[in-house]
Structures are given as C-alpha cells and as structure tokens.
C-alpha cells in the first residue's frame, strides 16, 4: 500500500491592513508635538519603503527612553511606535515586546486610547506572522470587546477584525469558529456594504475562500475566490501577493472540482507573478505549481523550481525565519515524493524539526512537518521511529504514557475534522498495515483496522460541515478507498479471530460507504423540519432552493457557445449572498436549537441484528461492495448474517457493462443471435457471481437489494438462473431472476431507515401528470446547450392514457396536456400520497443537478416547463411512492462514493418514502401496458415489488418475440419503502368477520367473568 499522489494547498492572505497610526490632518489628537513628529516621520518612511529607516527610528526611541523621557504616558508612546517600527520591518518578537510594554504601562496609567486599541491589533498581527494563531485569536477578541465599548464608529475596524479572526480560525483548522466569524462579518456587511471595501473585501474573500478549501467546500470556496477575482479584475489594481493567491486559490479549487483546464488556465496566470514574488504567498503558489508539475511527469523542473525558493527565501527573510521553514519543509516533501531522495528530505526535516523545538507555539507548521518528518523516516526503513512522530502529532497536548504503545489511537473526539489529521492518519495505517503484511500478528492487524475505523470516522465528520452537495460528491470519491480499507480489515479480523464483533463492524462501514453525502442530506433536513419552526424551515428551504437556481444558472450559462457573462457574473454575486444568509441561518439552529444539531449529527447505522425490524421480518438484504480487487456480499436475515468475498478483476466490471449494454440497447435487429447467447451466457454467469452464492442463506422470496458502484445501473432481476439450450432466439423462454423473488433496492438500509422515519398519512391519494408535446422537441434547443446533438423528443400519446387509466383506477386527480404544467406539479405535489409522472427527461451526466424532466412546454406563465434535479430538492414531498414513468430516471452520472446521481435520487431526499424508476428508455406502447398491470396489481394490496413482478410476467406471455427483449419490460425498478400502497379489497373483507369474531368473543368473555 502506498501514498496517492497529494495535491496543493492554499494558503490564508496574512497581509492584514495595519491600523499604526492616525490620520496625518488628525494631530491633535497626539500625546506631545514630538509625537506628532514622530508619527509623521514613520509616515514618510513606510512610503519610501525604507527599512532601514524605521529600524534607525526604533533606536533612536529606545535611547530617548533611556536617557530623555521621565513621562509614563509619554513612554507608552515611544514603546507603541518602537513596536510600529518592528512590526513593518518583520521583527515581529521585538514588536510585540515593545508593543506589550505600552500595554502594561498605559494600563497601570488606566488609558485606553486610540493607540492603545491598535497596539492589541497589531500584536495580534505580529503573531499571525510568527504562526502563533492561539495568541491571534485572543488579541483579535481582546480588541474587538474594547473597541466596541471604546467607540461608536469603529465599525470597519471591527469588521477587519473578524477578517483577521476568519484568517487565523482556518490557520488553526478551527472551522466551528471560521463559520461563526464568516458569519458574523457577513452579518456587518449585510447592514453595511461599504464597512469593508477594496483591498480588504478581496483579502476577506480570498481569506473565507481558502477556509472552505480546507474544510473540504470546495463549491463553496469558489464562490468566494470568483467573486474575490471579480473585485480584483474591477479595481484593475496591479497584481500582488494577495493576488497571487488568490489565483493560486483557484487553480487549487478548480482542480479539486474536476476542472483540468481551468486549473491549467490559472496556474499559467499566476506562477510568472510567483516567480518574482518574494512574499510566502508567492512561494506556495510556486510550490503548488510544482506539484502540478510533479503529477504531470516533470518532476525535475518541479524540484529545480522549489530549490530556487529555498535559497530566495533563506536571502530575503533568513534561514531562521518561519517563512524559510515553510519552504524548506515544502521541498523536503517534494524531494520525498517525487524524487525519493529520502536522505535529503530526512535532512530538511531535521531542520525543520528543530525549528519548531524552539517554537512550539507554530501549530500551522507542526502537521506538515512532522508528517513529512514520519514519512520520510517510514520510507527510509524506520517505521517505528516514524510511529512516535506520529503518536506525539496525534496525541499532541494530551498525557499519554509511553508504555501504552505506538499502536494505539486517540479518542474520536480528541480530533480535529480536517485534512491534515486525515493525512496522518491514513500514513500511521499504511505503516500499521505493512508491518502485519511482514509479521501476521493480530494485535497489528487490530491496530490497523481500528485506525481505517479513526479515518472514516474523521471523514464522516468532514462530511457533516460541508452543505454542498458537489462538495459532498468529490469528499465521497476522494475517500470513497477508506471504507473499503476498513470492511477488509475487519473482514480480515473477523477470519482471523472468529469474534463477532468484526463481522459487525465489517458490516457497519459497508452501510458507511454507501451515499453518506446523501444520507448527511436528508438527516439534515430531517433535523429542520422536526426541529425548527415552520416559518423558519420554509426560509431556509427557500434558501436552498435559490442557491440550487443560481448554481444551475451559472452552470447552464457556461455550456453555451456564447455565454452572457455579465448575467454569470451577476448570479454569482446573489449566490454567494444566498449562500451568507443560509449559512447564518443554520448558524442560529445549532445555537439555539439542540434536538436539529443532535439528529444532523447522528450518524449511527442499524446493527445486523436491527435489520429484519428495518425491512421487515420476512425479507432478505444483500448488501453489495465493491473495490478493485473484492466483491464482497452481506446476507442479513432473521436467521442468517453472512459475509461472503470473493476476488474480482477489471474483466467483472466489462461483464456488467456489456451486460447492461445488452439490457438497454434498442437496437434489437443486428446481430440478434449473437446478441441473444451473449445475453444468455453472460445472464448466467451474473447470477452465478452475484445470487447463487447466497441463495442457501436465504429465507423467502423477498430480496431488498442495496448495489454499490457499477452494480447500480444492473436490474438484478434479468439475471438468468440457468442457461437456455435451445436454438431459438425467445427471450421469454429464458428462466428469469424475477421468476423466483419479489424484488425491490435500497441505497442502503442506513438510508431506508432514514426515509421509514418520516411521517405519511396511511392513505392512497394519487395524482399524475402527462403533457402533450404538439411539436416535436430538439434538446439542444431547449436546453441552449454548447455541443449540439441529434436527439429529438416526441409526443407520447400512451403515456396519457396511463394517466387516465391509473387515475381512474385509483380516483385520483390526473392533468393531461396543456394542464400538465411545471407551476401546478409544485403546487400541488405536497398534497399527495402517490404521485405519478409520465413524460419525458432530459438527462444531464455533466451537471446531474441541470437534469430535467419536461412538463409542458411554451403553456406555463411562471415556470419553463423544465423541473430540474435542484428543483426536485427543494420541494418538500409526503409521498409514499412516486413513480417516474419516463426515460433515464433512475440513471445517470456514478460516482464512487454516492452511486448513481440521478433524478429519482432528488425525489427520495425530498420526501418520497420510495421511487420507482426507469434504468434506461422506456418504450411508450409497453411501458403503459406494464404500468396500468402495476397499477391493478397494486390495487389488490400488493408489495410494490410483487406488483411490478406479476406485471411484468403478464407483460411477457402476451409480448412478441421482438417485445418480449428485457429492454422493453425490465427498465422499471423499485427504490425504497417496498410496502403496499393501497389496501387489499380481499384483506378488507377477510378483516371484518375476523374483527367481529374477536369483538363477539371478548364480549362474552367479559360476560361470563363478571
């Protein structure tokens, strides 16, 4: 096992905007004329960047000290600006000393003036530059109470602040904080544009921006850094350090987004500013780039780069300077990566490493250093001496005994949610899991598993703060790999040791690899509704609603060939206002409202043992996980918990490609024999792969099947239980999965027993929707995209008559043609108990969330006629079943830690407690016949899944040989709750001579024994 390739970092704009001195028509306000003088001859200097001059200065007031002036108050001055001088020439300990000194005196003189508030500034800002971050913040506040009290009009001061605070709450990976201080900032710029403007607005969000970086937010933190680039490029102000980052900030955010072109296109604006900068802005851009470099192949020029940056920063800041370090440290992890130069690397380290014995207070650079310092060591054949580097990171601050080991770990609780524990994490358990590879001692593989379990627990945290879905989606590829390292491993325990425990806990990540960043959704909506006030739920769903149209907005406009980027660029701003005012918003519930921060923070799975009162005493779960290398199978019943692994290649993924390829393909007339003993051959040998493995474990003929991965896009019930010997080509001959099990799938049962948790009314009130499409409709045209395509939507008459006939049959409410409008669907939509749409969807693999499905077009006065994957989101359901009757519903976009991102998906979040949806195009004559035969099965009290069974099996005895292909009757499949939607006439009339036998039986009962 060994390290993934890392990317860059951004890094926190620290060029704080110093209040030193009063204005110069102000000198009034001085202590003495000589004060006055002295102020405006630092003045003078700073615009002649004259370093030597304020250093000369700053002497020349320590001997006035010394030798001239017996006044206290006066003293006080001449130490605040002694302190002012240091501070502008980076002597940042001499500064706070002589700042400190003022301090004390004009305390013992009980002053506190207007030099007073900015010497507790600038200490502050003294010790950001030395990276004492802790000293920041309490300065930062200590200021921010006085000024409040000290002036009325100290509102941008304030606000400045709170930006030095956001800066150094990210520096400490403090993020609960970084929210409260972005908010709060928001707040005073929400009453006052202009508190803070030009250089400092950009700095702000440039400063916010990074801070979603670190957090994992990465759709967030591009909405700050775009907007911080949108003030930059207004001001046309020549590019600086800040700059510099800012578009150092991008490339790191575009290329964490899957944005390879706008990555390039930013690095290549930014790096030729960076290689004449000398601020340590300048140098991480250049040492994000040279990672770049480094991934792409060109690791030399990437390694001459950095060496550049070492000896320019040991000429401008000197060898013992933090910014020295910082790059220093940043080229032994480059040499370490690239050029395995671990001797070299171990050397820096050390150098670094001693650095920071004398600076303890440095918490920004002790997790690079010290991580990179345990890698080195690892790597060059010392894992145990790289085990304590990493214990005293991890246990940092806590009183650990050295007897308890190199093994153990740190309570969950004791660690920070961010990135950099995670990377120390992740290198503790390779270490961890090659030593077993080379000993096979069970107490080292326990470790190691124990620690996959620490990691996911880290990124599940992660997972909680951020509020982007697309965050949310890249945070579950980027570690989708630690869950499955933590069901090996205690896979590999439970074999090794036979305890139970380990099969439990096999099972419990296999529940947390599966659509986490939807199921932290839906609790966090579960959390507002149950727990905040309705007014102040529906604001935020408005919110929410508003962010989803700016982001698909944006997205759409940019596709296009020629995009209105004054439209873009206006979106933008409202988005990023929207965002504020949510974020504030679910701000105050956490505050103040306990119950919505326990249930968004809950993230408990049901044990084996809870799984049969979860999907019902008489089904089976078989649960599916899939790595590279494993296939791994969990049957849970009320009598059985099985794991079952077998290993797999690349060769099982093409088999399911191909498979599916054969299942949705409606090119039926060529090469039809070939085709069909594909089909038959490969049929079986799925079903021997996937189903005949578990089949002894099973207990009935119910299956709640939950896929992972590629298995998602696969309808298990076209598996084939054995193979067709005959020489015909009929598909209804062959011996279908279906035949045997009622079968219905969850995202997980995790996720069912979320949505089970709902409130629903026990009724059936159903309404559908069909519009009429009197012309025939060109994507392209509606949806105004770049890339022009052939696809041409038509009308379906058929589907309005399955609307008619599933209305009638259920008495429900039905909109055909002109009325099936977009505005009434919203409207309406939250009234109903069943809702069924029969229409066409426009799929969107690119952006999921620009997905739509067309109601009627050019008839609907409010809406375009297009609901859209965000829109579904933001509408609040109390359905128990909605059926998508349409092309490509349950389809789309995979991605590997959230399966399929399809529209189906959107309506399961949004208050549906199942979906039955389609995997690929449905044909319009057979799809309606399948689903009036669903709707009458259903009628007579039928589970969904035994309802679109027998549809189906009455669909094939009547098809033609060419109908009877699984493309035109296997497309439908069952997400989610799989109970009856409406009650059995039978069972209604079975339950009333049985109740009244009950209720004759107690009365008589009840009579004899009085």
């Known amino acids: 096992m060994t390290?993934?390739?890392?990317?860059?970092?951004?890094?926190?704009?620290?060029?704080?905007?110093?209040?030193?001195?009063?204005?110069?028509e102000n000198t009034e306000n001085?202590?003495?004329?000589?004060?006055?003088?002295?102020?405006?001859?630092?003045?003078?200097?700073?615009?002649?960047?004259?370093?030597?001059?304020?250093?000369?200065?700053?002497d020349s007031l320590r001997m006035a000290i010394d030798n001239e002036v017996t006044d206290s108050a006066t003293t006080a001055e001449y130490y605040y600006y002694i302190g002012v001088c240091y501070l502008l020439t980076g002597r940042y300990a001499k500064a706070i000393s002589g700042l400190k000194q003022s301090l004390t005196l004009k305390k013992a003189l009980d002053i506190v003036d207007d030099n007073y508030l900015k010497a507790i500034y600038n200490i502050g800002v003294s010790y950001n530059f030395l990276g004492d971050y802790i000293q920041v913040g309490n300065y930062m506040l200590d200021y921010i109470n006085l000024a409040t009290d000290y002036s009325s009009s100290a509102e941008r001061e304030i606000a400045e602040a709170y930006s030095a605070l956001i800066g150094t709450a990210v520096e400490c990976k403090d993020f609960e904080n970084f929210t409260d201080y972005t908010n709060?900032?928001?707040?005073?710029?929400?009453?006052?544009?202009?508190?803070?403007?030009?250089?400092?607005?950009?700095?702000?969000?440039?400063?916010?921006?990074?801070?979603?970086?670190?957090?994992?937010?990465?759709?967030?933190?591009?909405?700050?850094?775009?907007?911080?680039?949108?003030?930059?490029?207004?001001?046309?102000?020549e590019a600086d350090a800040d700059y510099i980052n800012l578009?150092?900030?991008?490339?790191?955010?575009?290329?964490?987004?899957?944005?390879?072109?706008?990555?390039?296109?930013y690095y290549r604006k930014g790096i030729e500013f960076a290689?004449?900068?000398?601020?340590?802005?300048?140098?991480?851009?250049v040492n994000s780039y040279a990672i770049k470099l480094g991934n792409s192949g060109n690791a030399d020029r990437g390694e001459k780069l950095l060496a550049q940056m070492v000896e320019r920063a040991g000429h401008w800041y000197g060898t013992d300077s933090r910014y020295y370090i910082e790059v220093l440290n940043n080229y032994a992890i480059y040499l370490l990566s690239y050029k395995k130069d671990i001797e070299n690397a171990i050397r820096f380290f050390r150098i670094c490493s001693a650095y920071l014995d004398k600076n303890k207070e440095d918490s920004g650079l002790r997790f690079p250093v010290m991580n990179g310092y345990a890698k080195a060591l690892y790597n060059g054949g010392q894992p145990e001496k790289a085990l304590?580097?990493?214990?005293?990171?991890?246990?940092?601050?806590?009183?650990?005994?050295?007897?308890?080991?190199?093994?153990?770990?740190?309570?969950?609780?004791?660690?920070?949610?961010d990135r950099s524990v995670l990377t120390t994490l992740m290198l503790k358990y390779e270490i961890l899991r090659n030593m077993y590879s080379s000993s096979e001692d069970t107490d080292i593989l326990i470790a190691a598993a124990n620690t996959s379990e620490l990691i996911v627990f880290v990124v599940d945290n992660i997972r909680i703060n951020i509020s982007e879905e697309e965050s949310r989606l890249i945070l579950g590829d980027r570690y989708r790999d630690a869950y499955l390292r933590a069901i090996q491993d205690f896979e590999l325990c439970y074999r090794t040791t036979g305890e139970q425990e380990y099969l439990e806990k096999a099972f419990t990540y296999s529940e947390k690899s599966k659509v986490a960043g939807l199921l932290a959704a839906t609790r966090e909506l579960n959390a507002i509704q149950l727990n905040i006030p309705e007014t102040t739920a529906q604001f935020e769903k408005q919110l929410q609603r508003e962010i989803g149209f700016y982001n698909a907005r944006i997205a759409a406009e940019n596709e296009k060939s020629n995009p209105d980027m004054a439209a873009v660029n206006l979106w933008k701003e409202k988005l990023l206002q929207t965002i504020s005012v949510r974020d504030s918003l679910v701000l105050t519930f956490r505050r103040d409202y306990p119950g919505?921060?326990?249930?968004?923070?809950?993230?408990?799975?049901?044990?084996?043992?809870?799984?049969?009162?979860?999907?019902?005493?008489?089904?089976?779960?078989?649960?599916?996980?899939?790595s590279d290398k494993m296939l791994y199978i969990f049957v849970v019943n009320r009598r059985h918990k099985e794991l079952l692994s077998f290993h797999t290649d690349s060769l099982f993924a093409e088999k399911i490609a191909e498979f599916q390829n054969l299942l949705s393909s409606a090119e039926l007339h060529t090469d039809a024999r070939l085709k069909f003993e594909n089909y038959n051959l490969l049929g079986h040998h799925l079903y021997k792969t996937l189903i005949e493995p578990v089949e002894k474990y099973l207990i009935s003929d119910n299956l709640l099947i939950s896929p992972d991965n590629f298995l998602s896009y696969l309808p298990f019930e076209t598996l084939l239980t054995s193979v067709?010997?005959?020489?015909?080509?009929?598909?209804?001959?062959?011996?279908?999965?279906?035949?045997?099990?009622?079968?219905?799938?969850?995202?997980?049962?995790?996720?069912l027993q979320e949505v089970l948790t709902r409130q629903y009314r026990n009724s059936h009130s159903l309404v559908a929707f069909a519009p009429v499409y009197k012309k025939a409709l060109h994507l392209d045209s509606i949806m105004s995209l770049r890339h022009s395509t052939s696809r041409v939507f038509y009308d379906l008459p058929y589907a309005r008559q399955e609307a008619q006939y599933i209305s009638g049959l259920s008495g429900g409410s039905v909109y055909l043609n002109d009325e099936a409008m977009e505005s009434v669907f919203k409207e309406k939509a939250g009234e109903y108990d069943i809702i069924h749409l029969a229409m066409h969807t426009y799929l969107n693999d690119v952006n999921p969330m620009n997905s739509a499905m067309i109601f009627m077009q050019d008839a609907d006065p409010s809406e375009d006629g297009l609901l859209h994957t965000y829109e579904v989101y933001g509408i609040q359901l109390k359905a128990r079943m909605v059926v998508l009757s349409s092309c490509n519903t349950g389809t789309g976009k995979l991605s590997k830690g959230e399966g399929i991102l399809s529209l189906a998906r959107g309506f399961l979040y949004s208050g549906s407690q199942s979906v039955v949806m389609s995997m690929w195009d449905i044909d319009d004559k057979s799809g309606t016949d399948i689903m009036k035969s669903f709707y009458d099965n259903l009628s007579k009290g039928m589970s969904k899944s035994a309802a679109l069974r027998k549809a189906r099996s009455q669909y094939l005895k009547n098809a033609s040989q060419l109908k009877s292909h699984p493309y035109f009757w296997s497309s439908l499949v069952v997400y989610g709750a799989n109970d009856s939607v409406f009650t059995s006439k039978r069972n209604i009339l079975v339950s009333i001579p049985l109740l009244l036998i009950i209720s004759l039986t107690v009365y008589f009962l009840y009579r004899r024994y009085s």
């Open 388 to 417: 304590e580097k990493i214990q005293e990171l991890l246990f940092q601050g806590s009183d650990t005994r050295e007897d308890e080991g190199l093994w153990i770990n740190p309570s969950p609780e004791s660690l920070n949610a």
């Open 30 to 58: 001085y202590h003495t004329e000589a004060i006055g003088k002295i102020n405006k001859r630092i003045i003078s200097l700073v615009s002649l960047n004259d370093r030597d001059g304020l250093l000369n200065l700053a």
């Open 596 to 626: 919505y921060f326990t249930m968004k923070y809950h993230i408990h799975t049901p044990d084996m043992n809870d799984i049969p009162s979860v999907i019902g005493r008489n089904y089976n779960y078989l649960s599916y996980v899939i």
């Open 275 to 285: 290689l004449k900068e000398n601020s340590f802005l300048g140098f991480n851009m």
């Open 3 to 24: 390290f993934s390739v890392f990317q860059a970092d951004a890094s926190v704009s620290s060029k704080q905007h110093f209040r030193l001195l009063p204005d110069e």
């Open 724 to 751: 067709y010997t005959g020489n015909e080509i009929l598909y209804r001959k062959l011996k279908y999965l279906m035949n045997n099990y009622n079968i219905s799938y969850s995202y997980s049962a995790t996720f």
């Open 184 to 237: 709060r900032i928001q707040s005073i710029l929400s009453n006052n544009r202009n508190t803070i403007t030009g250089d400092d607005l950009i700095r702000l969000y440039i400063n916010i921006g990074v801070g979603f970086i670190r957090m994992g937010d990465y759709s967030k933190s591009r909405v700050y850094l775009e907007q911080a680039e949108s003030l930059f490029r207004n001001s046309r102000k």
């Open 247 to 265: 578009i150092n900030s991008l490339a790191v955010t575009y290329s964490y987004l899957g944005l390879p072109e706008k990555e390039e296109e």
